[in-house]
């Protein structure tokens, strides 16, 4: 299976920081990177595909890049709405995997 | 509206069976993949299992290879997965899962609001 390794995994950070999270995969996954978020007692929530792809309704602040085994997701300036846990998933084969999770805690 | 409500969960002993299942709706069932997810108890993501919209492919993490199976009522627009021999590392939250896109590769834009499995004595 392939691995895939989030850093950090915790992140404390204030309204208005800029945010980057790291994922790295074992092997090469290019172009089949996905980030999620997931809020306390909720369901994920699909925010970027293909490494750097928005979803539908999305805020721009949201963004990411990468290739190959290494990725990351960037927000431009964090809202209150973004405090949350953050994944990435490598979708290359149909066993997908999830990186641990990146928690965005308040500062 | 899409949505997808899982049901079925609950409290079963080490070595029991429990049957999830996942009502559909707003999407055309047939043509869509749609897997199962399932987070520990304060942990991250873990693909399970997964079937193709025609129904003709299934696909399981080896984690519960040869213990669960997936399958579906396609009138019913509802997903299922039966669980057996289930051990304490099954405990989890169970979410269903939509495939974006008429593909079979598990990236998941809608999700159902899950289904708490607990396995203990």
């Known amino acids: 299976d392939i691995q895939m390794t989030q850093s950090p995994s915790t992140l404390s950070a204030s309204v208005g920081d800029r945010v980057t999270i790291t994922c790295r995969a074992s092997?090469?996954?290019?172009?089949?990177l996905a980030w999620y978020q997931q809020r306390p007692g909720t369901a994920p929530k699909l925010l970027i595909y293909?490494?750097?792809t928005l979803e539908d309704e999305v805020p721009s602040r949201f963004s990411g890049s990468g290739s190959g085994t290494e990725f990351t997701l960037t927000i431009s300036s964090l809202q209150p709405d973004d405090f949350a846990t953050y994944y990435c998933q490598q979708y290359d084969s149909f066993s997908s995997t999830f990186g641990q999770g990146t928690k965005v805690e308040v500062k | 509206e899409l949505q997808l409500l899982e049901s079925g969960g609950g409290l079963v002993q080490p070595g029991g069976s429990l049957r999830l299942s996942c009502r559909t709706s707003?999407?055309?069932?047939?043509?869509?993949?749609v897997s199962w997810v399932r987070q520990a108890p304060g942990k991250g993501l873990e693909w399970v299992s997964g079937?193709?919209?025609?129904?003709?492919?299934?696909y399981y993490a080896d984690s519960v290879k040869g213990r669960f199976t997936i399958s579906r009522d396609s009138p019913k627009n509802t997903l299922y997965l039966q669980m057996n021999s289930l051990r304490g590392e099954d405990t989890a939250i169970y979410y269903c899962?939509?495939?974006?896109?008429?593909?079979?590769?598990?990236?998941?834009?809608?999700w159902g609001q899950g289904t708490l499995v607990t396995v203990s004595s």
């Open positions: 293909k490494a750097s």
């Open positions: 079937m193709s919209g025609s129904g003709g492919a299934t």
């Open positions: 899962a939509k495939i974006r896109g008429p593909t079979i590769v598990p990236l998941f834009d809608y």
């Open positions: 092997q090469s996954i290019s172009p089949w």
């Open positions: 707003g999407f055309t069932f047939t043509r869509y993949a």
